[in-house]
């Protein structure tokens, strides 16, 4: 199979997730916020590959491959400081390398798995969010260049099941946390833990009462394997998340007590379109997938803090131990 996006944080775990369920993994990456030490397990296995590029240009590395049967597109910044740093180059990814997606799965009859976000639901106006909620996004906001790529992607793969006939999912993927997220991606887990560990302030965007619901990357990581291989599901579009909703003072107030430090906040301004309310309905996963979260908040955040405490290569024997 062919894995956009290998050396990110979730790109990494499907990579060594598939490759221990037997498949071969062809990796691809331009390393913009991934890390080619996440792929430190992959790398040493006999059924991996990496290359590096950039999935926005044309995909010429794609002749000398064996033909894939499956294509999964994870490539494209995730968190707000990452896209907001690089916006143009978030909206190609997702744009141009969804159709070149589109295009190789045409080619070699491969099924196309494209990971969406709950961002396509922007600030939602419906709560919580099942995938009938057609969203409240502003298109020219600051976070406009990740959700509208998302929803374009969306439409394009659609479209492409409609009028080709290609086999292609949609994975909705809701706030996902573990280890080898990066400490500095200015995401709201590795910023709070970071925070703690160093025995500083969290601080809080807004007044902190708006919601999340996190899901560990274990969870996320079988749930998006199902999808993949369920048979009979072309344009399937599908939330994978926790609905176990917090508000991100909770979030706060939980990390310090397990980091064993005394709660200290400090206030920052809202960013612009910061949705205030954000809660999966998964009701379809369980029934076409039989599948739901199985690992508490609590649970995760402690993995993840043990990961962030040490080296990323002793918090994946404890990821390992759920
Ligand atoms: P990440 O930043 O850790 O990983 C993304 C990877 O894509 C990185 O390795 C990066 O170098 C690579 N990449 C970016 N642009 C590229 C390009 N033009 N060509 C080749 N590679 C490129 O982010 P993540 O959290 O692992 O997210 C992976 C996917 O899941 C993204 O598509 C994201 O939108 C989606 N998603 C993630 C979350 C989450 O909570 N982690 C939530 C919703 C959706
Ligand atoms: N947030 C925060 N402090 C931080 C980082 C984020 O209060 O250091 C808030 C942010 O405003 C948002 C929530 O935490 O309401 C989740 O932010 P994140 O960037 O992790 O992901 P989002 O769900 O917004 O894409």
């Excluded at 793969?157 to 991606?185: C, E, H, W």
Aim: charged share 20%; proline share 7%; with cysteine.
């Amino acid at each position: 199979m062919v894995l956009c996006g290998a050396a990110g944080f979730l790109g990494s775990h499907l990579a060594d997730r598939l490759l221990a369920d037997g498949d071969r993994v062809t990796g691809i990456d331009n390393l913009a916020t991934g890390s080619r030490a996440n792929l430190a397990t992959a790398d040493n296995h006999p059924h991996f590959r990496f290359i590096e590029a950039d999935v926005s240009l044309p995909w010429t590395w794609a002749r000398d491959l064996d033909t894939p049967d499956l294509i999964a597109h994870f490539a494209s910044p995730a968190s707000p400081v990452d896209y907001g740093r690089e916006p143009l180059a978030t909206m190609a990814v997702n744009a141009l390398g969804a159709m070149h997606g589109v295009e190789l799965a045409r080619a070699t009859g491969a099924r196309l798995l494209f990971a969406s976000t709950s961002e396509v639901y922007g600030d939602p106006l419906e709560h919580p969010q099942p995938e009938t909620y057609w969203g409240n996004v502003n298109p020219t906001g600051e976070r406009a260049c990740y959700d509208e790529s998302k929803r374009y992607a969306e439409a394009y793969v659609t479209s492409a099941v409609r009028k080709l006939g290609i086999d292609a999912r949609i994975v909705r993927i809701f706030n996902t946390y573990g280890p080898r997220m990066q400490p500095g991606d200015g995401r709201v887990i590795p910023n709070f833990c970071m925070a703690a560990l160093r025995g500083e302030p969290l601080v809080i965007y807004g007044d902190g009462r708006q919601t999340r619901s996190f899901c560990y990357i274990t969870d996320l990581i079988e749930g998006v394997v199902r999808l993949a291989k369920a048979q009979a599901r072309s344009g399937s579009v599908v939330n994978i998340g926790n609905p176990d909703e917090f508000t991100i003072i909770d979030l706060a107030a939980i990390i310090a007590q397990i980091a064993g430090v005394p709660l200290k906040v400090v206030k920052a301004e809202l960013p612009p379109d910061d949705p205030a309310r954000r809660r999966p309905t998964i009701d379809l996963a369980r029934s076409l997938l039989d599948w739901e979260p199985k690992v508490a908040l609590r649970d995760g955040l402690v993995l993840t803090l043990e990961y962030f405490r040490g080296a990323a290569g002793a918090s994946d024997v404890l990821a390992s131990r759920i």
